[in-house]
């Protein structure tokens, strides 16, 4: 029996309907997941460099490829949000990114470089997956600026988080747009 429950949500999962909303949870459920390295705070630091990384989209593609496409696209447009939103902290402090036990140094202004190029592998590895099509392109732009807007003003409570991340998203699709 669960065998087949299974392969009928793999069924639904993988048509299109379900792969829109496996998109948009996907974002949803990314979007505070970097944030994951508070909970074990003495062996990651906050801003670990393994949970503020491309790091969390290449495992959900590596051991969750049942998920399809829709869900690793999600879940790096969430950690390309997360990690744009974090490039406007200071770096100093919980700012900085911290290499995990035993080391927990920091990058130190070394950090919003590193925020920056993981944001953007994020965001261009969201597109990257996508099926082929104009449409999966257009809705992946589309919830990624609604994950951006609605991420840097509630969350972030700033115009210009927002358009940042914003920014990131949209630079996702560029290299499409320059190579055709």
Request: hydrophobic residues 60%; proline residues 6%; neutral net charge.
């Amino acid at each position: 029996m669960s065998g087949e429950v299974l392969d009928v949500v793999q069924r639904l999962v993988l048509s299109a309907p379900g792969e829109v909303v496996v998109l948009v949870l996907a974002v949803a459920v990314a979007l505070p997941a970097p944030d994951v390295d508070l909970w074990a705070i003495r062996l990651l630091h906050h801003r670990s460099i393994l949970t503020h990384s491309v790091l969390l989209p290449l495992l959900v593609s590596w051991f969750l490829p049942e998920l399809g496409p829709a869900a690793v696209a999600g879940v790096s447009l969430g950690v390309a949000v997360h990690l744009a939103a974090d490039l406007l902290s200071p770096s100093h402090g919980f700012g900085r990114v911290y290499w995990p036990e035993p080391f927990q140094v920091s990058l130190g202004r070394w950090s919003a470089l590193w925020l920056m190029l993981n944001a953007l592998g994020a965001s261009w590895l969201a597109v990257a997956v996508l099926p082929a099509g104009e449409a999966w392109r257009y809705l992946a732009a589309g919830v990624g600026a609604v994950a951006a807007v609605g991420y840097g003003l509630r969350k972030e409570r700033s115009v210009l988080s927002a358009l940042v991340a914003l920014g990131v998203v949209a630079a996702g699709h560029a290299p499409r747009w320059w190579l055709g």
